[in-house]
């Protein structure tokens, strides 16, 4: 029998492992919309079959938190499912009164553990290591730097995935019981959705990308509506198409593809005329 490793629950290390396997092909699920939610969900799925089965509501409350946009480095996205999953039975055990923490600790996480991932298996580390060693292998004539550069890259890579679910079960387990215990949570709900906030803007300023052209003519004077939006906030108005294509998704409840596809269309009859 495995090792219960919640005792309310009866979470198990073998529906960790359950989500270490369904980690590893996050990307397969990869889309322009929401990027690793699907994936996310499906590998949530065991442990919230288990805390939400006599509990259809919270369950439903679950999906609906988990299936929002998610992105962070593949290899480093296990440390914040085990943080989420060890949350979910926090937020059982509480009557469903802490779905909100559960997302901005998890959306806070998004940013800083990406940094992380990135440097570690993208922009320098085990990738560029891989590689070149690798590569100096196959140019000096052995077959098996192909063999080397596939361990040096996935070894890590396994091992975050399998220690990053249940490590970071524990941790999250660990850490809500302290904050709770504390009176401490309000203020890690505040800092996390502050940080979770900050991220969504970074992410508005690098995904979206709006400027005008319109200019008026005053006297000698030429006044450009652009430099004078860019005088008040740095990217003003991809800021304001993202807060207005997110009203209307709430509040008239389009669906995503629709909006998308207009969009597209009026960017391409506003850029004809030359005003954007």
Same mark, same amino acid.
């Given at each position: ?6 005792k %309310?629950y ?12 369904? +980690?590893?092909p996050v ?8 990027m690793?939610n ?16 006599d #509990?259809?509501?919270g ?11 998610y ?8 440390w ?7 949350l ?13 923490t ?16 990135d440097?570690?298996? =993208?922009? +320098?580390? =085990?990738?560029?290591i891989?590689a ?17 550069y ?13 220690y990053?679910?249940?490590?970071g =079960?524990?941790?999250g ?12 949570l309000?203020k890690?709900t ?6 979770g ?11 979206v ?7 008026f003519?005053?006297?000698?004077a030429?006044?450009d509506?652009?430099?004078?939006? #860019? ?19 709430? %509040? %008239?409840n389009?669906?995503?593809p ?8 009026v960017?391409v009859?506003?850029?004809?005329l030359?005003?954007?």
């Open positions: 029998m495995s090792e219960i490793t919640n %309310k009866e979470v198990t290390k073998k529906d960790l492992n359950k989500m270490f396997w369904r +980690s590893m990307e397969l699920s990869y889309n322009s919309e929401r690793h699907l994936l996310y969900v499906f590998t949530l799925t065991p442990v919230l079959k288990k805390i939400y089965k #509990d259809p509501e369950m439903k409350m679950a999906l609906q938190r988990h299936v929002e946009f992105n962070t480095t593949p290899q480093i996205e296990p914040v499912l085990g943080i989420t999953a060890a979910e039975v926090q937020n059982a055990e509480n009557e469903n009164n802490l779905g909100d559960v997302t901005a600790i998890k959306t806070g996480l998004m940013g800083p553990i990406s940094v992380i991932g440097t570690l298996f =993208f922009t +320098s580390g =085990f990738r560029v891989a070149s060693v690798g590569s100096a292998l196959c140019i000096a004539g052995n077959p098996f730097g192909i063999l080397v596939f361990l040096i890259f996935n070894v890590p890579n396994y091992l975050c995935h399998y990053g679910i249940h490590l =079960f524990k941790l387990t660990s850490f809500i019981d302290k904050v709770v215990a504390s009176g401490l309000k890690v505040d800092v996390a959705l502050i940080v906030i900050t991220v969504l803007g970074a992410l508005t300023s690098s995904y990308f709006l400027s005008t052209k319109i200019a003519s005053y006297d000698q030429v006044i509506l652009q430099t004078i939006f #860019d005088g008040i906030c740095p990217n003003l108005l991809p800021i304001c198409l993202t807060l207005f294509c997110a009203w209307i998704m709430k %509040k %008239k389009v669906k995503a629709i909006l998308m596809a207009t969009v597209i269309i960017g009859i506003l850029g004809a030359g005003l954007i």
